[in-house]
Structures are given as structure tokens and as C-alpha cells.
């Protein structure tokens, strides 16, 4: 049946099968309780947090977008969701304002330049600037003390190279293993200047006792080395006393 359904351009999944779908892990992490504070950093428009809320319909999410634009769409998208709020805001390791690199294709915008050899590895003239943006910045955990949240079950972040910065501005959140997942786009080439590399994010969540599930949507060179991918991280420790 399978190979019928193969030739048709359908398969069989298994949802209990590791390292095809993130989001399918993260239900299979939590089991019978699923997440209830989801934050998305790095929103754009929108493309992932509607993911999140087809598998976790219930969850009350924070979804994060610096630029302006891609806001407004954000905003539009979220309307119809009660437990969706919208921050036209930019996280990192200190609190205040920065200026953000405005590049042809929006999802590649950042809070860092362009690495000059970025055009090796991502489509051509997607992250060549246009311009830069100040925009307001705060760390993780300022956010969560200002409005209250004592823990997050999902942390997605897609920064576009700042991702390490914004785990520095977690703080407590992720020492006390209030934070139960991570969800990171994490990078394997030069994209942007003074990024961070797979390899730093993972050695600075293992120092945490934050584990590796798997990888996804890995993007690739033609002769297949990985470009960028999504890694999913679980807190190996129960969560202490803010």
C-alpha cells in the first residue's frame, strides 16, 4: 500500500517516528499536556506561528517581529486569535535600541550585517540592504517579568544569525529550566557578520543541560553540505522556583 500511495506523491507517516516534523516532536515531548505558552521570535507574516496553531490550537502565544511591514501582516493574521498577541518588538542580550538591516527579501532581515559571503550560499540579491531600521530590543527574560510569564513550553527563534544573543538575554529562564523546549535556526555557513554557528548554540545549551532531538528543514549546498536547519532542544532538568 505504501509504495501505491509513494507513486501518488502521498505517505504513510508514523507521528511517532523521531526527526520528520519539529512540531510533531514537540507534541510527542509533551505527551497528553500539550504546550500552553508558545513564543515565536522572528514571526514574519506569520508562516510558522499558523503551524503552531493547527498542532496546539489551545497554546497562548507570543509572536515577535521587529519590521514594520511584516508586523502589519503579522497583526492582521493574529486578529482572529484571542490567545495570540503580536510584539512589534526585537529580542537580543541587552535591553534597548538597535538598528536593523533591511535586506531585499524581508525574511533574511537582521540585527547584524551581511556577511560579504553571504551571496555564495543564500539566493541571489535576497540579503543585499536596502537600508537600516532602528527598532526597539529586549532581552528575553526583561519581556518575561514585564508581562508576567513564569515559564515558556516552546521558544522558537529565527533570527537570522542572533539567535545565541537572544538565549545570553534568556538569563534565569533558561539556568532554571523554565524554558522546556527550543525550537532554533541554527547556521553552518557565513551569512551574516558575527553570527553564531551550530556548534556554539549547541555547546552553550549542553552547558545547560539542554539536549538535541533532531534536526529539520535542512537546506543544503549541491554537493550537500548543510547550509542552515532547524534545531529542536529539550531541558534534560525539571524546572525550578523563579
Given at each position: 500500500?505504501?509504495a ?5 506523491g ?8 523521531w526527526g ?7 507534541a510527542?515531548l509533551?505527551g497528553?499536556?500539550p504546550?500552553?505558552v ?5 514571526a514574519?507574516?506569520g508562516q ?5 496553531l ?8 507570543h509572536a515577535f517581529?521587529?519590521?514594520p ?5 503579522l497583526?492582521?493574521?493574529?486578529a482572529p ?5 503580536a510584539?512589534?518588538l526585537?529580542?537580543?542580550?541587552e ?27 543564500s539566493?541571489?540579491?535576497?540579503q543585499e540592504?536596502?537600508g ?5 530590543v529586549?532581552?528575553l527574560?526583561t519581556?518575561c ?13 529565527d ?5 545565541l544573543?537572544?538565549l ?9 529550566h523554565?524554558?522546556?523546549c ?5 547556521l553552518?555557513?557565513?551569512?551574516y557578520e558575527?553570527?553564531?554557528?551550530f556548534h ?5 545549551l549542553?552547558?545547560?543541560h539542554?539536549?538535541?532531538v ?7 549546498a549541491?554537493d ?16 525550578s522556583?523563579?
Amino acid at each position: 500500500m505504501r509504495a501505491g500511495l509513494q507513486r501518488l506523491g502521498y505517505d504513510l507517516v508514523n507521528q511517532r517516528e523521531w526527526g520528520r516534523d519539529s512540531l510533531m516532536d514537540v507534541a510527542n515531548l509533551f505527551g497528553p499536556s500539550p504546550p500552553k505558552v508558545i513564543f515565536d521570535v522572528g514571526a514574519n507574516v506569520g508562516q510558522f506561528l499558523g503551524r503552531v496553531l493547527q498542532h496546539f490550537p489551545s497554546a497562548h502565544c507570543h509572536a515577535f517581529e521587529p519590521f514594520p511591514q511584516a508586523f502589519a501582516t503579522l497583526q492582521q493574521f493574529a486578529a482572529p486569535y484571542p490567545n495570540v498577541t503580536a510584539h512589534c518588538l526585537a529580542l537580543g542580550d541587552e535591553d534597548g535600541n538597535k538598528e536593523l538591516h533591511v535586506n531585499e527579501a524581508n525574511v533574511t532581515n537582521s540585527l547584524l550585517a551581511t556577511d560579504a559571503a553571504a551571496s555564495h550560499y543564500s539566493p541571489p540579491g535576497w540579503q543585499e540592504t536596502r537600508g537600516v531600521l532602528p527598532v526597539p530590543v529586549r532581552r528575553l527574560e526583561t519581556f518575561c517579568r514585564e508581562h508576567k510569564v513564569d515559564r515558556i513550553d516552546l521558544l522558537k527563534v529565527d533570527a537570522q544569525g542572533y539567535d545565541l544573543r537572544i538565549l545570553q538575554g534568556a538569563g534565569a529562564l533558561l539556568e532554571q529550566h523554565r524554558i522546556r523546549c527550543l525550537l532554533l535556526e541554527v547556521l553552518f555557513v557565513p551569512l551574516y557578520e558575527g553570527q553564531a554557528y551550530f556548534h556554539e548554540i549547541y555547546d552553550f545549551l549542553w552547558q545547560r543541560h539542554y539536549h538535541l532531538v533532531g534536526l529539520y528543514e535542512i537546506n543544503r549546498a549541491p554537493d550537500g553540505s548543510a547550509k542552515w536547519a532547524d534545531a529542536l532542544f529539550v531541558s534534560h532538568r525539571p524546572p525550578s522556583s523563579p
